[in-house]
C-alpha cells in the first residue's frame, strides 16, 4: 500500500482530492507498467500525469484530484510504484519512449484535449514527450535543463556529482546494473518544508525509499531536451512553480522558460516548497491548473 500523501495538504484540499481512482496495467516493451487513472467519460479534457525522481502516480494523483473536472492518468515510471521491469534495463530515452507513447495512446483513444503535466524532474520529461506526441496544452512545475552544470549541481545530493557528471559517470559505466538508494543521489530533503513529509517520501519504498539503477543517473545527467526551446510549438505552456523551492528554485528552470515562443504562462506558487503542499500555492496551482485547462489550451 502506498503513503497517502493527501494527509499534508490543507483540510480544504483533502476533502476536494478524496475521489477514488483505479489501477490498470499496461504491456510496453516486455514490462507490465501500472497506470492509476482517475476516470470520468464526462469530463471535457484529459489530463496525463508525470512523476519526477523519488515519485510516483499514487503520489501526484491528488493534483488531478484537485483540479477536478479532468479524466487523468499517471504511470509508475520504470522503476518506481508497481511498474514490473522485469529483466529490462531502465534509463532516462526509455521514460521518454514511455512518456510520448503514452500520450500519444490518450491522444487516440477519443476527440477530447490532453494536458501534460510534469512535476520536478517530470517536468522536462513531459516536455520533450509533448514535442514528439503533441498535446493540447502543457503544464509543469519546473524545466530543468542538465545540460547546464548549476542545474545538475542543484539536482544532485552531492554538488561534485553534478558537477562533473559526465566524467564521474562515464566512468561508472561498466557498474550501469547497480542499484543505489534514491537518498544517495536526489536531495530527499528539500522535497517540501515539512520535515516529516520529506521523511515520508525517503521511506516510501515506491518512491524515494526505492532504488535507482546508474544506468538511468548517467542518462539522466547526459540528457538533452527533444527539441530546443525556441523551437518547441507542440502547444501552449503553463509553468507553474514553487516559489520557495528549496532544491531547484525557479531561477534554474527560467533560462529555458523563457526561450519558448510567446504562448507561455508563469505562476508562482507562494509559500511552497519543491512538491507544492502549503497554501495559498496550492490552491493557486489548482486554480492555474482549471484556468489552463478551460482556456488556454491549443486544438
Known sequence: MTHDYRQYFPAWARAASAGRTESQWWPWRGME?????????AA?????????AGGHAGMLMPYAQLMGGVEAVAPDLPGYGRTRCGRQPVDYPLWVDLAAEL???????DARPVLVLGASLGG????????????????????????????REAAARMALLGR??????????????VRVPVRWVARL?????????????????????????????????????EVEPDRFDACPVLMAHP????????????????????DRDLTLLEGCGHM???????????????RFAAGGLSG
Open 33 to 41: 507498467v501500472h497506470l492509476e487513472r482517475l476516470v470520468d467519460p
Open 44 to 52: 471535457p479534457v484529459k489530463l496525463v500525469i508525470l512523476h519526477g
Open 103 to 109: 500520450i500519444a495512446r490518450e491522444r487516440e483513444r
Open 124 to 151: 522536462m520529461l513531459a516536455y520533450s514527450a509533448v514535442a514528439r506526441a503533441g498535446a493540447a496544452g502543457l503544464a509543469v512545475t519546473c524545466l530543468l535543463d542538465v545540460r547546464r552544470p548549476e542545474v
Open 164 to 177: 562533473h557528471s559526465g566524467p564521474v559517470m562515464n566512468a561508472l559505466r561498466p557498474l550501469d546494473r
Open 189 to 225: 530533503s528539500a522535497m517540501s518544508h515539512r520535515p516529516e513529509l520529506n521523511a515520508a517520501v525517503a521511506r516510501d519504498r515506491m518512491g524515494g525509499g526505492g532504488r535507482v539503477s546508474l544506468r538511468f543517473l548517467r542518462t539522466y545527467l547526459a540528457s538533452a531536451p
Open 243 to 262: 516559489a520557495e523551492d528549496r532544491w531547484t528554485p525557479a531561477a534554474l528552470s527560467l533560462p529555458f522558460f523563457e526561450r519558448l515562443p510567446a
Open 276 to 290: 507544492p503542499v502549503e497554501d495559498p500555492g496550492l490552491g493557486q496551482l489548482a486554480g492555474a491548473l482549471r
